[in-house]
């Protein structure tokens, strides 16, 4: 018998386009194909860039799986990406029904694409690296060395910039303490 390693993959999720039902449901697509170990509150942020469009949901997820990095973006997330309806833009700050982007891989450090993996999202953007601390608040981020939690006492979001959504966190959160036979 083989086994086989699983990756963990590290993942921010965010949506303004009919968010509270393709947050959820990108999570949801997540879970069925992957072991969804944790989900992170849900928060609501301002938008960056264009401030005309509707305000952006946010959360993250850590998923263990069997995927390579190059499989797990370019086939399952792209696969959720376009079945919510996602199509990319030149405008990268255009609303969105989902955009899943890995943050973290394991423990590495690589790029994939023309992607930096650590994301410098995760040092840079408050909606990045907060819900990450709050699912992984002791990872050591591999090229800082600083604590996820450590990481996210550096932000100080105002409250209205970013908020969170009680009413839709715990419908995500409990994707990950559900069992979803795989695909």
Not at 7 to 35: D, I, Q, W
Not at 38 to 48: G, N, Q, R, Y
Not at 82 to 96: N, T
Request: net charge negative.
């Amino acid at each position: 018998m083989t086994e086989f390693m699983l990756n963990r993959a590290y993942l921010s999720l965010g949506s303004n386009v009919e968010p509270e039902f393709n947050l959820v449901e990108a999570a949801r697509m997540l879970a069925a194909k992957t072991k969804l170990v944790v989900a992170s509150s849900v928060w609501e942020t301002t938008p960056l860039g264009s401030t005309r469009q509707p305000n952006y949901l946010n959360a993250a997820a850590i998923v263990d799986t069997e995927l390579t990095v190059v499989q797990l973006k370019h086939d399952l997330i792209a696969e959720i990406e376009r079945g919510l309806g996602r199509v990319r833009q030149l405008d990268k700050f255009a609303p969105r029904p989902i955009d899943i982007d890995i943050m973290l891989f394991n423990h590495q450090i690589f790029t994939l694409d023309k992607r930096q993996i650590p994301d410098p999202e995760v040092l840079e953007r408050s909606f990045v690296a907060i819900p990450l601390a709050e699912i992984a608040p002791d990872y050591i981020h591999p090229e800082t060395g600083q604590t996820l939690q450590q990481i996210a006492r550096g932000f100080q979001p105002k409250e209205t910039d970013m908020w969170l959504r009680p009413d839709l966190s715990q419908s995500l959160q409990q994707l990950s303490s559900l069992q979803f036979k795989k695909v």
